[in-house]
């Protein structure tokens, strides 16, 4: 992606250390938020799209990619609000912003602390229903435990194939590379947040247009897509939901045409200052 640039954003009013962020584009702002063991690459193919109309900001968030760690003495509160200190600083005027997975949980959390500048919030296979029953995946170690080796390639092919795509043969050589990566940078235990239950509480205040994505093929969503979305809307009858067919979690990179084509129309309609 030409032109990107990593930013480290710091300003001597605020308490938190500065986050990492990738900045590209021009026009309205959009943030970016990654899932759990991730980085500002999981939206590697949604950034291109966004940025030819608008300012994408895709951050890395607290303990993940090379943003710094997060303290474990902190709390889950001050998580949300280092997050959302980063974008109201980063950001000039009103924003969208887009999380994915345990980036959706922080995004939804987030959201009451943003205020009016927020004006879209788009939530992509987001947690906070509460801890997962009866999910049909298996994962395996990408790390060596009690000096067992792992085979740190096939185990992540294996576990892409289980938690992020609905289709194995989405995970080429370059995405392993991409997923060894990410997870070899993760210091956060991110189910702290996105295993708990509260995606209602946290969109009650909200009052910006929602949005919500999902593949039908995302296991991770029990017990379907469908449900977590009827969900939501018993909560915030007026979200806007797109299900979209043949795309397991990581929708905006195994579907990228059919995500993008979901969602640059909601951003271009409510994202705009």
Known sequence: MNGARTELMRSAETAY?????????????????????????HWIRTIPALSERFRVHAFDLPGCGDS??????????????????????????????????????????????????????SLVAPGSFGRPERRDVTVKPMRARDDVEVDE??????NLGQIMFADIASADEATVDLQIENVRRARFPTRRISWQDRIESDLAPVTC??????????????????????????????????????????????????????LLPFLAEFGQP
């Open 17 to 41: 250390p500065p986050l990492s962020v990738k900045i590209e584009g021009d026009g309205p702002n959009v943030v970016l938020i990654h899932g759990g063991a991730g980085s500002w690459t």
């Open 68 to 121: 710094p760690d997060f303290p474990s003495t902190w709390s889950n509160d001050e998580y949300f609000a280092w997050a959302a200190d980063a974008i109201l600083r980063t950001c000039n005027g009103p924003f969208s912003l887009v999380g994915f997975s345990f980036g959706g949980s922080v995004a939804a959390a987030a959201a009451r602390l943003l205020g009016e500048r927020l004006s879209a919030l």
């Open 153 to 158: 390639r096939a185990n992540a092919r294996h």
């Open 209 to 262: 247009p929602i949005q919500l994505i999902w593949g039908l093929g995302d296991r991770m969503a029990t017990p379907s897509p469908s449900a977590r979305a009827e969900r939501v809307r018993a909560a915030k009858p007026g979200a806007r939901v797109d299900l979209i067919p043949g795309g397991g979690h990581w929708i905006q990179y195994e579907r990228a045409e059919a995500f993008n084509q979901a």
